[in-house]
């Protein structure tokens, strides 16, 4: 097959680019023709990854397809317009300036489902849209008062009538699915994303704790860049309870994107000492921050969370939200441990258990690496994605 993936930027390293970096990856090496296409493009996405792969830079003239790194008044507001400013107009030029003669479109990340859907136009090829998430308009209800109210026509007409021309869904969890039958009433394909353990295993920590004198302290992670439905507030309050009682524990938060709030409120909660930001770091010096940690926390309120599947395969113990789309594959108490809100208690009541019980630690955290090990593949989640890839385009010459 000849696949022309779609994506909307690959500026970061974030678990949606990395699952699309590593989908293309496996299909090449199976013998697939892959093009990736997107609008922005840099170096701190994943380069051991990219210059293996064809990735075609289409951008827009006059138009910032990134998003600032800093949140302003200015920002703010046009934020609330960037499907007309900026989305729609680059999602249209990414389109239309797709090549022929590919014989299947498969876009990542909304928007893409607008620029599969000029490119389907021109290429007359089915679509198979990987959706990690529907737009944030359709979960966000804050985005439907207001200046937000400016979007409705938009995502209830345009973005309606662009997955009219999808031929098929595929989600990565039963959240994921869930979250598309509300927005669109359409049916999708669950599979669930892969991991490579390897490196994950056999990575000591050591550099970490020492580089950053962490030696001697209890480590908590959360990797995940900086969004409000990642929930980085309540890992910063999960440490201001913990310290109150243990004060040789440290937070590490690895993730691109705005900071400030958070690093005032770690200083109003009088922890800001006690954390640790990071960002673009290689897949190495990740592996090194996963073994250096003792607890991985995600309290994400998203449709998977691949950080937490690395962190298993790092044979951490993981503690994760049940509104995050990953909690469908862990084991309450076996492989690692879940919770509902309040958040920050919740995590607070778990994490002092396996402060108390080293063992509980160890052992949950073997389980959840014999886990990912049996259970979670790329290899395995490609092949389940070519199979959709095949069955969508044989489906295809019928009509």
């Known amino acids: 097959m000849r696949i022309a993936m779609l994506h909307p930027s690959l500026t970061w390293r974030g678990g949606a680019e990395r699952q699309l970096l590593i989908l293309a990856r496996e299909l090449q090496q199976a013998g697939h023709h892959i093009e990736i296409f997107t609008c922005a493009i840099n170096n701190n996405c994943f380069p051991q990854l990219t210059k293996e792969l064809t990735i075609n830079l289409i951008q827009p003239p006059l138009i910032q397809t990134t998003p600032p790194t800093k949140r302003t008044l200015t920002t703010r507001l046009t934020g609330r317009f960037r499907g007309y400013t900026t989305d729609l107009p680059s999602m249209t030029y990414l389109g239309k300036n797709i090549p022929p003669n590919f014989d299947l479109i498969n876009n990542h990340n909304s928007p893409t489902q607008w620029a599969a859907f000029f490119a389907k136009k021109k290429l007359k090829a089915p679509i198979v849209w990987t959706c990690n998430e529907p737009p944030f308009w359709y979960s966000d209800p804050k985005q439907k008062k207001g200046l937000g109210n400016i979007n409705r026509p938009l995502y209830n007409g345009f973005d309606k009538l662009t997955i009219n021309y999808i031929d098929t869904i595929i989600s ?219 069955k969508t385009l044989t489906h295809n010459k019928k009509i």
């Not at 990565?172 to 994303?193: E, F, M």
């Not at 969004?227 to 938060?253: C, E, F, G, V």
């Open 172 to 390: 990565n969890s039963q959240a994921d699915s869930h979250r598309i039958k509300n927005a669109y009433n359409r049916t999708s394909k669950v599979i669930y994303p892969g991991i490579t353990t390897d490196l994950l295993y056999t990575a000591s920590g050591t550099k970490i704790r020492s580089k950053y004198e962490l030696e001697n302290n209890f480590i908590l992670l959360q990797v995940s860049n900086i969004a409000q439905d990642k929930h980085q507030s309540d890992s910063i309050t999960t440490l201001h309870y913990l310290s109150q009682k243990h004060p040789n524990i440290k937070l590490i938060l690895v993730g691109h994107g705005p900071k400030d709030n958070l690093i005032a409120l770690s200083k109003r909660l009088n922890v800001d000492k006690q954390i640790l930001f990071l960002q673009n770091c290689s897949d190495e010096e990740l592996a090194e921050i996963y073994a250096a940690c003792d607890v991985f926390l995600f309290p994400a309120e998203i449709t998977w969370g691949l950080a937490v599947i690395e962190a298993m395969a790092a044979s951490k113990p993981v503690v994760v939200s049940l509104k995050a789309g990953v909690s469908e594959i862990i084991q309450n108490g076996t492989t690692g441990f879940l919770f509902d809100a309040p958040n920050a208690k919740n995590m607070t009541k778990v994490v002092e258990q396996l402060i108390a019980n080293p063992e509980l630690c160890r052992q949950i955290g073997s389980n959840a690496y014999q886990y990912t090990k049996g259970k979670l593949s790329w290899k395995q989640y490609s092949k389940h994605t070519e199979t959709v890839f095949e």
